[in-house]
């Protein structure tokens, strides 16, 4: 199972938008509406920031956000702000019982 | 709050072994899924294994079936990784996590595995 496709790095300015990429094939992200997205910050443990594609858990703020179109998937954070700098990485259901994640995407906030 | 605490981790030999523990303490231990998520330095998370709540269905990666064994033991809300025929490649910190509908909404903070001589 080849890892999905994220951009290494992305960078913004406080207060602006970023989107990250996540693009997979039809046999993970096309066919399932199980895409997710963790934010991580070195040494500690990730933390779910976006699953089912859309939806937000509890208590993550609503400047991220999430969306599919065909087998790329995309996270949106708004209204940049110091604390989101970490490294970011979608993860997708591949069938048969296996998951695939991105190679992870760093985000600087200049 | 839900906590998971990896333990077992540390330095061994290429073809040794090594066992990882995940203790979950905090939660409904047996209800879930578990799985373990590796990685390496300098490189992204990659998917190793999965065991469903009663332990009765076990799914691998490639790259360590055949040498991973993922377990657990309901009763003392633990999750197991047991590592044999360890390669240069299984370098990694990993991670335990809980999965709920497909995604991971717990994890550990990760245990430290270096295979080398």
Not at chain 1, 16 to 30: E, K, L, P, R
Not at chain 1, 34 to 61: C, D, N
């Amino acid at each position: 199972q080849s890892a999905l496709t994220q951009p290494a790095s992305v960078s913004g300015s406080p207060g602006q938008s970023i989107t990250i990429s996540c693009t997979g094939t039809s046999s993970d992200v096309g066919s399932y509406n199980f895409v997710s997205w963790y934010q991580h910050h070195p040494g500690k443990a990730p933390k779910l920031m976006i699953y089912e594609g859309t939806k937000r858990p509890s208590g993550v703020s609503n400047r991220f956000s999430g969306s599919k179109s065909g087998n790329t998937a995309s996270l949106t954070i708004s209204g940049l702000q110091a604390e989101d700098e970490a490294d970011y990485y979608c993860c997708s259901f591949a069938g048969s019982i296996t998951w695939v994640f991105g190679g992870g995407t760093k985000l600087t906030v200049l | 709050e839900v906590q998971l605490v990896e333990s077992g981790g540390g330095l061994v030999q290429p073809g040794g072994s090594l066992r990882l523990s995940c203790a979950a303490p905090e939660f409904t231990f047996s209800s879930y899924w578990m799985h373990w998520v590796r990685q390496a330095p300098g490189k992204g998370l990659v998917w190793v294994s999965r065991i469903n709540s009663d332990g009765y269905s076990i799914y691998y990666a490639d790259s360590v079936k055949g040498r991973f064994t993922i377990s657990r033991d309901n009763a003392k809300n633990t999750l197991y990784l047991q590592m044999n025929s360890l390669r240069a490649e299984d370098t990694a910190v990993y991670y335990c996590a809980r999965m709920v509908n497909h995604h991971f909404d717990y994890w550990g903070q990760g245990a430290l595995v270096t295979v080398s001589s």
